[in-house]
């Protein structure tokens, strides 16, 4: 039987999941009955969620976790956590209780601009169009007076136009490089609404331009996007504290495991291959975050592995040294966040996530995800260079392994008080199990 279909989209929810289960599942009844499962018993709620994207059939739970105990410039959060993967959560537990005695995590808004371009090519003369744009520059920002009235309300919009010489890349293309601050938005469809209308009135007085009318040149724009690289959309998180007050880690001096912890940061810094996984580790914390309040995680994973790469190697996006007797860890990197549009306003776990929060602004958002990463990196760094990162993680993973082989509860129990002394492997766990019946 074909898998072909036409007019899918155009089918109503229950004609789409029957279709879906008949033509892929061995067994439709079984197929249907787990999607069934996944609805959310209130219809209006599910009718909120169905909306949300095209071609909905069901819903795909993540677990939300939260993570108490944090100090955040000197105030108390507990974070939402939404994410599959086990032992995350628990880091950045345990990471905010032990920076929280020892003064918390500091953060610094470093910039909030966000990019836009237009992308054209246009065949005259660089300098007729540097003229042509300084003539026409303030007609560009007037033609989205209407888009940008209620942004500048809030404080931001707009902030400059470039235009910027390509044509060393591709032979005659041209960008013109917009910075906006778009507030407490992440902002994308404001920006995108103001670029797409922008490269309208760009074309239409390049049309009626007299000097490109008698030498024959126009402008062809390619295309009208964001930029979710946003390098000057920074925040910095750094904890310290002195080398004395380290606590005494696992067979080391406090002083023995400051540099040994400094000398791993700086092998991220160098080795790409381990730098990934590095940040990978950063982004376990600041994704979690990010998703349970209803911002693009896609978006933020995008614009932070460039600007990892920003010098010509992909490096660390954290930070660690000796200043005098102390002990710094710092993280710095691009975030663009939203507290408005979005889902913020109608996904209900998405505004009890900010509510747990304090509500936070976008530049407050920022702060709080950027600790995320950093409280998330130090757990990390800290099991790696001790104990190894397998013994914390397996541990929580023991649940998911007994889940896979479905334990009993008896069985589980028993596993449980047993693997508190023995090394965790699938394979070991399997043999308990058989063991165990």
Request: aromatic share 10%; glycine share 6%.
């Amino acid at each position: 039987m074909s898998k072909k279909i036409e007019g899918f989209s155009k089918l109503s929810k229950a004609e789409k999941i029957n279709w879906v289960t008949q033509i892929h599942f061995e067994d439709a009844y079984e197929a249907k009955k787990i999607i069934s499962s996944y609805n959310h018993n209130n219809e209006e709620k599910q009718k909120l969620h169905d909306e949300f994207i095209e071609n909905s059939i069901t819903n795909y739970y993540f677990p939300l976790g939260v993570a108490p105990n944090f100090v955040i410039n000197g105030k108390e959060y507990t974070l939402p956590m939404a994410t599959e993967e086990s032992s995350v959560v628990a880091a950045a537990c345990n990471a905010a209780k032990f920076w929280a005695s020892r003064g918390g995590f500091k953060t610094k808004i470093l910039g909030t601009e966000k990019i836009g371009q237009v992308h054209f090519l246009f065949e005259g003369k660089t300098k007729q169009l540097q003229t042509f744009f300084e003539q026409k520059k303030q007609m560009l920002f007037n033609s989205i007076s209407s888009l940008t009235a209620n942004m500048q309300k809030r404080g931001g919009g707009i902030v400059d136009i470039r235009l910027k010489d390509k044509s060393n890349l591709i032979e005659d293309y041209y960008q013109l490089h917009f910075t906006f601050d778009t507030v407490d938005s992440m902002g994308a469809n404001f920006i995108n609404s103001c670029l797409e209308k922008i490269a309208n009135t760009l074309q239409s007085l390049a049309t009626d331009h007299e000097v490109f009318l008698k030498e024959r040149f126009s402008i062809e724009v390619i295309m009208s996007i964001l930029s979710n690289y946003v390098p000057q959309c920074l925040v910095e998180a750094e904890v310290r504290c002195p080398v004395r007050s380290l606590g005494g880690q696992t067979g080391m001096s406090d002083m023995q495991f400051a540099q040994k912890f400094i000398l791993a940061i700086e092998i991220s810094q160098k080795e790409p291959y381990r730098a990934v996984t590095h940040n990978k580790g950063i982004m376990n914390g600041i994704d979690a975050v990010v998703i349970a309040t209803g911002n693009d995680f896609r978006a933020v994973e995008a614009g932070v592995h460039a600007f990892a790469a920003r010098n010509g190697i992909y490096s660390s996006l954290s930070h660690a040294f000796l200043e005098g007797d102390d002990f710094v860890f710092q993280l710095k990197l691009p975030l663009s966040l939203g507290t408005v549009g979005g889902l913020t306003q109608l996904h209900p776990m998405v505004k009890w996530s900010l509510e747990l929060l304090g509500n936070p602004n976008a530049k407050n958002l920022m702060e709080i995800v950027a600790v995320a990463g950093l409280a998330q990196n130090f757990a990390a760094v800290r099991s790696l260079i001790t104990s190894g990162i397998q013994k914390g993680h397996m541990k929580m993973h023991l649940l998911n392994i007994l889940n896979q082989h479905q334990a009993s509860a008896n069985q589980k129990e028993k596993a449980l008080e047993y693997f508190k002394t023995q090394t965790i492997t699938y394979s070991a766990v399997n043999d308990f199990l058989k063991s165990n019946p």
